[in-house]
């Protein structure tokens, strides 16, 4: 297992598979009420892993908290007027963990950098593939305060 201070749980598996992990993990071991997802659509990871989180959440009687959704085709920044709307919605629901299942591209930084300013998500745990180390490593220490966890089946 490895740490990085405060706020990210990243898991090296399949990507079929880390959806449902994090769920989990999130669920039963942190056991966090509010659980928000982020992720890109009309790209290869996003749309399926939604899908599945929301059958599984469903099979444990729950629901996500919040969705935040963007096309991956369109680079976002986080002062687009269409990023700041999602956002919002998304930041009301006052997540206390967040799955993003995106590849690391110009929306999934905004939304990282975004979760660590926003005193509404900023102590939120951020939940994420192996696949986006490189942007949490490069965000964890903004907030001290934040709380993180880095698992690896592999170690």
């Known amino acids: 297992m490895h740490t990085m201070g405060s706020a990210l749980v990243l898991f090296l598996i399949g990507c079929v598979l880390h959806s449902y992990t994090l769920l989990r993990h999130a669920v039963i071991n942190l056991r966090v009420r509010r659980l928000g997802f982020m992720y890109t659509t ?14 599984v959440m469903h099979g444990m009687g729950r629901e996500l908290c919040g969705v935040f959704r963007l096309d991956g085709r369109v680079s976002h920044k986080a002062d687009d007027e269409l990023f700041q709307k999602e956002w919002e919605a998304f930041a009301e ?24 300013k ?11 593939p192996s696949m986006l180390e490189k942007i949490g490593s490069s965000f964890l220490g903004m907030q001290p305060k934040q709380r993180a966890h880095l698992l690896s089946p592999d170690k």
Do not use: C, W
């Open 42 to 55: 009309n790209v290869s990871i996003g749309d399926d892993e939604y899908e599945h989180a929301v059958k």
């Open 93 to 116: 629901t006052r997540p206390q963990a967040v799955i993003i299942m995106g590849a690391p591209n110009s929306t999934t930084e905004p939304f990282v950098q975004q979760m660590m």
């Open 118 to 128: 926003d005193p509404r998500t900023n102590s939120a745990y951020l939940m994420a």
